[in-house]
């Protein structure tokens, strides 16, 4: 069956994820308690079977993300610190964007599959949108989700369920493509979707279990994509 649509990560898979820590360096020294309990309280969101395990009834992602963020800061939590990591870390890394450089070939590759009559879309775990101007981005796809603002990290099912749906076609019409075996290869086979890998040379193509295909140059992927 040929691909109807491909959809993307963003983070470490348009671009490499060094070129951002590099510029966040100064930022992790500065907030490093808080971007550590940012991280727990991610892989606690992620770690829960079902979503609403760890969201309380009234409350969005956010809410429930800065909730576990103050626990794990042992402080008492309030609408202050949701505006605070609004701040520091969604609205503020965004503005590293506008200084890094994609992989080769991921313009010319979009173009591709756009020009081939594909549906492109991006799936990303942060809010895209922003990051996404900065990089050149922000005109090309079909569909652009967040899966916090859907309520769930990858790898759960829901993000993946909502980007067929938004994209009104089977699963397996769609392939995905990431950097994370633990998030986008599993998550999305896991969802019906097929995927793609993006990884360097230098592995082993075993530690991509599951992945349809793995490949290092974008132009691969192109070929792969179009036959």
Known sequence: MAFAAVAFDLDGTLYPNYRLNI???????????????FGHARDRLRAAEKPEERILPGENFYAAQARLVAAGLRIPYTPSLRDKIERL??????????????????????????????KLALLSDFPPELKLRHLGLD??????L???????????SLPFKELARGLDME?????????????????????GLRAALLSSPRKSPN????????FSDYRKLTQYVLG
């Open 23 to 37: 510029r966040l360096i100064p930022f992790i020294l500065r907030e490093w308690p808080l971007l550590l309990a």
């Open 89 to 118: 870390i969604y609205q503020g890394w965004a503005v590293h964007f506008r200084s890094i450089r994609l992989y080769p070939f991921v313009r010319e590759t979009l173009d591709s599959l756009h020009r081939a009559g594909l």
């Open 139 to 144: 005109r090309i796809w079909d569909l652009v």
């Open 146 to 156: 967040c899966s916090e603002a859907i309520g769930a990290l990858k790898p759960a």
């Open 171 to 191: 699963p397996e019409r769609i392939l995905y493509v990431g950097n994370s075996v633990s998030y986008d290869i599993r998550g999305a086979k896991a969802s």
């Open 207 to 214: 530690r991509a279990a599951g992945a349809d295909f793995i």
